[in-house]
């Protein structure tokens, strides 16, 4: 099967089965698996193949929409990882997950050659935080491919964005630069149903820079693209609730997601799962009145998430 491809040949990214998973009830989560030795989030521990791989399956049990999986840590400060290293630690891990579920794959780089193999490994959207910018192969690969991409904000790269983060005008220039690469895509023929925007929450961003993007998200909803935000355990949440990295975040990322569904956000991209997918269920059930068949109830040991979805 060609990859990023139904079985009947029908590009999975511009068929309705994209078009299907947005208009979900619920706002999307994408589970994060970092296959990295030195993420800020896990401190590696699915660094390991046979690792990262129950996390992935537990991930698609707890209710993930979508797995986003990374070879490189883009926290602050972060040195580039080889290609082919980072091929070395996604391409396998990607054929694994493919062979045990077919809930949509992400892969998380910048690297054209990464991604290629990723989407010929099974993965079907790439999410690519600088926003078709690093690598001048990456916009020719989502045209052919045509699958999704989400186009991420960030000032700098990680080795530098949090040095002197600064803005005149903060949502100004995160709309204008949104626009910028949403023109260049469609210049290179990547269709605009296709594409994602993320704000680059912790990316070449203040404390007060996270807070006021979060809280305005609705400010980029004309843009008439799908939004991610990947809040997570960021260190914003650790500054507010004087907490270290890892889970202990866990609790206060549910904030940043309540914030961000409401202002409009359609895809949360976070580490657990579980804590989202019950959040999110209740938050639905109130909002959309509380009445009996208002919700979906959240996966649970007896009732695991349906796995048909196929990017």
């Known amino acids: 099967m060609v990859v990023g491809r139904l079985a009947s040949g029908e590009p999975a990214g511009s068929s309705p089965v994209w078009a299907a998973i947005l208009k979900t009830p619920l706002p999307l989560i994408m589970g994060v698996i970092n296959v990295t030795p030195d993420s800020f989030s896990d401190g590696g521990r699915f660094f390991e193949h046979r690792d990262a791989l129950a996390q992935a399956q537990a991930l698609v049990a707890a209710?993930?929409?979508?797995?986003?999986?990374?070879?490189?840590?883009?926290?602050?400060?972060?040195?580039?990882?080889?290609?082919?290293?980072?091929?070395?630690?996604?391409?396998?891990l990607i054929e694994a997950v493919r062979a045990t579920?077919?809930?949509?794959?992400?892969?998380?780089?910048?690297?054209?050659?990464?991604?290629?193999?990723?989407?010929?490994?099974?993965?079907?959207?790439?999410?690519?935080?600088?926003?078709?910018?690093?690598?001048?192969?990456?916009?020719?690969l989502v045209a052919e491919h045509r699958v999704p991409v989400v186009l991420m904000h960030m000032q700098g790269t990680p080795r530098d964005m949090q040095l002197k983060p600064h803005y005149d005008d903060l949502l100004g220039e995160i709309k204008a630069f949104f626009k910028e690469r949403l023109d260049f895509?469609?210049?290179?023929?990547?269709?605009?149903?296709?594409l994602i925007l993320d704000p680059g929450i912790g990316f070449g961003k203040t404390f007060q820079h996270n807070l006021e993007i979060l809280n305005h998200l609705e400010a980029f909803l004309d843009l008439g693209c799908p939004l991610m935000i990947g809040?997570?355990?960021k260190a914003f949440i650790g500054h507010l609730l004087n907490l270290p990295n890892g889970e202990v975040r866990?609790?206060?990322?549910?904030?940043?997601?309540?914030?961000?569904?409401?202002?409009?956000?359609?895809?949360?991209?976070?580490?657990?799962?579980?804590?989202?997918?019950?959040?999110?269920?209740?938050?639905?059930?109130?909002?959309?009145?509380?009445?009996q068949g208002s919700h979906t109830p959240a996966p649970s040991p007896q009732n695991t998430p349906s796995t048909s979805k196929r990017l």
């Open 63 to 92: 209710g993930a929409d979508l797995l986003d999986i990374g070879g490189e840590s883009t926290r602050p400060y972060a040195d580039p990882v080889p290609l082919e290293e980072e091929l070395r630690r996604v391409v396998p």
């Open 101 to 140: 579920t077919d809930t949509p794959i992400s892969i998380d780089t910048y690297k054209s050659q990464v991604a290629r193999a990723a989407l010929n490994a099974g993965a079907g959207l790439i999410n690519d935080i600088s926003a078709l910018r690093f690598d001048p192969a990456m916009a020719p």
């Open 250 to 291: 866990d609790v206060g990322t549910l904030a940043a997601v309540a914030v961000a569904v409401q202002r409009g956000a359609r895809i949360v991209r976070t580490h657990n799962v579980a804590y989202t997918r019950q959040f999110l269920t209740v938050m639905q059930a109130i909002l959309g009145g509380g009445g």
């Open 231 to 233: 809040a997570s355990r």
């Open 185 to 194: 895509a469609l210049s290179q023929g990547i269709p605009r149903d296709l």
